[in-house]
């Protein structure tokens, strides 16, 4: 295959069923991707791949859990099988609940980092390696702005996230000689089923204040940033992180 033609680039999103990796892999089918919906909950990404398909989109189910290196290898190995190649990875799977730091679980900490960080790894090694057949690719990890300025309750939620953007770093330039960039987007609060969870409502009027824009992002406004960064215009754009955020990391003192 030609690796100019863009339509015949293979994406994997991981976390791909809802919310913000739903969109993501909208967009991305929508620019020509072949996309593998890629997910823990195997039913519900392949009702996301088949949606995509029946609006006349490429997209397939793949199964994956990302705090599981085994079940990562096994996802890969079946990417290489069927695919024989895989040029974007975004890996946008992670978990967060939010406790007092002085009564934080230590389990918690523990498979967030496995799961948010660990996985980001895993992920990027494999496809990295699959990228090196064509000395192109594209790799988005999705971190927070609770990796750029800290947040009550995310000890390691902030904490997995600022290393996802430290590791987007170290990844950025190991890779650059392949043709390979890699880049991180900071989502601001997004209306998802996860924030619908874990914000409370005090939790939602502390980020109406503290965003200049007053309001929370859509998940289609986190997707339009990866889906950039996953093309060919992006190309000398790596090692950095952009914060999609309506303002919150540039915002201090908002009223005069």
Known sequence: ??????GARVALVTGGAMGIGAAICQQLAAKGHT???????LEAATKTAAALVEAGHKAAPLQMDVGNPDS???????????????????????IAKTYPFLDFPIDNW???MNINVTGVLVAGQLAARLMLKNKWGRIVNISSISGIRAGAGRTA????KS????????????????GITVNSVAPGPVDTPMTQAIHSEETRQSYYRLVPMRRYGST????????????D????ITGHVIPVDGGFVAGGVLEI
């Open 1 to 6: 295959m030609n690796q100019s033609d863009s």
């Open 233 to 236: 215009e992006s190309s000398y």
């Open 72 to 94: 990562i290898a096994k996802a890969f190995a079946a990417v290489e099988k069927d695919y024989g190649r895989c040029d974007v990875l975004i890996n946008n799977a992670g």
């Open 157 to 160: 939620y902030g904490t997995s």
């Open 35 to 41: 996309v593998l919906v890629s997910d823990i909950n």
């Open 163 to 178: 290393a996802v953007i430290g590791l987007t770093r170290q990844m950025a330039i190991e890779l650059a000689e392949h």
């Open 110 to 112: 523990m498979q967030t």
């Open 220 to 231: 289609d406004e986190i997707a339009a940033a990866v889906t950039f960064l996953a093309g």
